[in-house]
T-cell receptor, first 108, second 118 residues
Framework: EDQVTQSPEALRLQEGESSSLNCSYT??????LFWYRQDPGKGPEFLFT???AGEEKEKERLKATLTKKESFLHITAPKPEDSATYLC?????????FGTGTRLKVLA | DAGVIQSPRHEVTEMGQEVTLRCKPI?????LFWYRQTMMRGLELLIY????????DSGMPEDRFSAKMPNASFSTLKIQPSEPRDSAVYFC????????????????FGEGSRLTVL
């Protein structure tokens, strides 16, 4: 069965304290791994797509990496405005399967 | 583009009532997805359409749930009769089959419809 697991469930960081979020997956026929940010009361907002092991994408303080079994979202020197839930999803055929997310809180 | 538009944003109803949620996808997108989000289970795929045709409805929890897409710009998710355990946020999302160039095949989500069944 296709499965996506995110860890940790919740993370509290001090402003400027770098860390990484993990997304591990077991799927047959990966057609892309996606990272999203979700703010309270909003729909998920697209951040990155990764397609092959070794690929990396960066945007401001965020960098996403991909291996054959997992993806990491690295947050460098986070700010309070980075507080949100971060979701990863895998695309299998034309279906997108989501993990349950990591709730990130960055304290000033 | 206005993005994916969902209505209503909030719905409070009594158990046993019929609920209809509506979605307008991004113009030109050929895939439409309905998801349900709860704290316990996260985002669950209910059903998705390609070119208005339902492709996979294996995530629809039971016969009380039905979804239609009569044309490329409109879809509905109906719950009849509704039950308290249906309380959740329902998201509609659309995407374009990945092509060469800037399109990366990601999902674009609406703001969601928060359903509360009393």
């Amino acid at each position: 069965e296709d499965q996506v697991t995110q860890s940790p469930e919740a993370l509290r960081l001090q402003e400027g304290e770098s860390s990484s979020l993990n997304c591990s997956y077991t799927v047959s026929g990966l057609r892309g791994l996606f990272w999203y940010r979700q703010d309270p009361g909003k729909g998920p907002e697209f951040l990155f797509t990764l397609y092959s092991a070794g690929e990396e994408k960066e945007k401001e303080r965020l960098k996403a990496t991909l291996t054959k079994k997992e993806s990491f979202l690295h947050i460098t020197a986070p700010k309070p405005e980075d507080s949100a839930t971060y979701l990863c999803a895998v695309k299998v055929s034309y279906k997108y399967i989501f993990g349950t997310g990591t709730r990130l809180k960055v304290l000033a | 583009d206005a993005g994916v538009i969902q209505s209503p944003r909030h719905e409070v109803t009594e158990m046993g009532q019929e609920v209809t949620l509506r979605c307008k996808p991004i113009s030109g997108h050929d895939y439409l997805f309905w998801y349900r989000q709860t704290m316990m289970r996260g985002l669950e795929l209910l059903i998705y359409f390609n070119n208005n045709v339902p492709i996979d409805d294996s995530g629809m929890p039971e016969d009380r749930f039905s979804a239609k897409m009569p044309n490329a710009s409109f879809s509905t998710l109906k719950i009849q009769p509704s039950e308290p355990r249906d309380s959740a946020v329902y998201f509609c999302a659309s995407s374009l089959r990945r092509l060469a160039g800037e399109n990366t095949g990601e999902l674009f989500f609406g703001e969601g419809s928060r359903l509360t069944v009393l």
